[in-house]
C-alpha cells in the first residue's frame, strides 16, 4: 500500500497537520506511513512474526487512512492512534501470538539449533536474557491487556502516556499493570529482569 507523497508537501508538517490536510489532499497521508511504516511493521514482527508483519502493518495505515476523520488529537497522538489500530488488528491473530510464543518455548528446548524468527525484536529480546522458554511461557499465561501493556513498552517503545491513549485505558492503569507483570516475570523467572537479562539487586 505504498504511497507518493505529493512534492509540493512542506516536510515539516506535524502529523496532526498531516492527518487534516489528507481531508482534502489524500496523498498527505503517505507522509505519516513513511514516518511511522518501520516502527509498526517491528512491533507487529515481534508480536506475531514477520510472516504477517507486511500484511498487518499495511492493514493498518488502510484502516487509518479510511477512519482519518475519526482522528481527535484532543485524545492523543497520532502516533498512539496507529498503536491502537495496529493493537486492536493483532488482536485478531491471537492465535498467531499464541503459536509464536509455543514456538518459542520449543526453540529453546533445542538450542543451537537454528533460531527460527532470529530477525525478530522479541526474539532477539527473548535470547539476551538468556530464557527465552520459561519468558515464552510466562507472556503466554498473561492476560491479553497485561501482554499488550508489557509489549507496547518493550517492543514499541511507548511511554506511559502513548499506551494510556493506544489502548484508552486511565494512565494510572498502565503503571499498575506494567508493575503487576513486571513482578510475575521476575517472580516466575528467578529474580531476573527480562528487560536486561540480570538478576535484579
Given at each position: 500500500?505504498?504511497?507518493?507523497?505529493?512534492?509540493?508537501?512542506?516536510?515539516?508538517?506535524?502529523?496532526?497537520?498531516?492527518?487534516?490536510?489528507?481531508?482534502?489532499?489524500?496523498?498527505?497521508?503517505?507522509?505519516?506511513?513513511?514516518?511511522?511504516?518501520?516502527?509498526?511493521?517491528?512491533?507487529?514482527?515481534?508480536?506475531?512474526?514477520?510472516?504477517?508483519?507486511?500484511?498487518?502493518?499495511?492493514?493498518?495505515?488502510?484502516?487509518?487512512?479510511?477512519?482519518?476523520?475519526?482522528?481527535?488529537?484532543?485524545?492523543?497522538?497520532?502516533?498512539?492512534?496507529?498503536?491502537?489500530?495496529v493493537t486492536n488488528l493483532?488482536?485478531?491473530?491471537?492465535?498467531?501470538?499464541?503459536?509464536?510464543?509455543?514456538?518459542?518455548?520449543?526453540?529453546?528446548?533445542?538450542?543451537?539449533?537454528?533460531?527460527?524468527?532470529?530477525?525478530?525484536?522479541?526474539?532477539?529480546?527473548?535470547?539476551?536474557?538468556?530464557?527465552?522458554?520459561?519468558?515464552?511461557?510466562?507472556?503466554?499465561?498473561?492476560?491479553?491487556?497485561?501482554?499488550?501493556?508489557?509489549?507496547?513498552?518493550?517492543?514499541?517503545?511507548?511511554?506511559?502516556?502513548?499506551?494510556?491513549?493506544?489502548?484508552?485505558?486511565?494512565?494510572?492503569?498502565?503503571?499498575?499493570?506494567?508493575?503487576?507483570?513486571?513482578?510475575?516475570?521476575r517472580a516466575a523467572?528467578?529474580?531476573?529482569?527480562?528487560?536486561?537479562?540480570?538478576?535484579?539487586?
Amino acid at each position: 500500500m505504498r504511497m507518493a507523497a505529493p512534492p509540493d508537501m512542506p516536510a515539516l508538517l506535524d502529523d496532526t497537520e498531516l492527518i487534516a490536510r489528507s481531508w482534502q489532499h489524500p496523498d498527505s497521508f503517505a507522509v505519516l506511513y513513511d514516518r511511522y511504516f518501520v516502527d509498526i511493521y517491528r512491533y507487529v514482527a515481534g508480536r506475531i512474526g514477520t510472516q504477517f508483519a507486511d500484511d498487518v502493518a499495511a492493514e493498518t495505515f488502510l484502516v487509518a487512512f479510511r477512519k482519518r476523520e475519526t482522528f481527535d488529537p484532543d485524545r492523543g497522538t497520532v502516533r498512539a492512534w496507529l498503536f491502537g489500530i495496529v493493537t486492536n488488528l493483532i488482536g485478531h491473530h491471537r492465535r498467531s501470538e499464541t503459536r509464536r510464543l509455543e514456538l518459542l518455548q520449543r526453540a529453546s528446548a533445542t538450542q543451537g539449533t537454528s533460531d527460527p524468527g532470529h530477525e525478530d525484536r522479541v526474539a532477539a529480546w527473548v535470547s539476551a536474557a538468556g530464557l527465552r522458554g520459561r519468558l515464552a511461557a510466562e507472556l503466554e499465561r498473561l492476560s491479553d491487556g497485561d501482554r499488550d501493556v508489557l509489549l507496547l513498552v518493550a517492543l514499541a517503545g511507548l511511554s506511559h502516556e502513548e499506551i494510556a491513549q493506544t489502548l484508552d485505558i486511565p494512565f494510572g492503569t498502565v503503571g499498575s499493570r506494567l508493575n503487576r507483570v513486571r513482578r510475575k516475570l521476575r517472580a516466575a523467572l528467578g529474580g531476573v529482569n527480562p528487560t536486561i537479562g540480570e538478576a535484579d539487586a
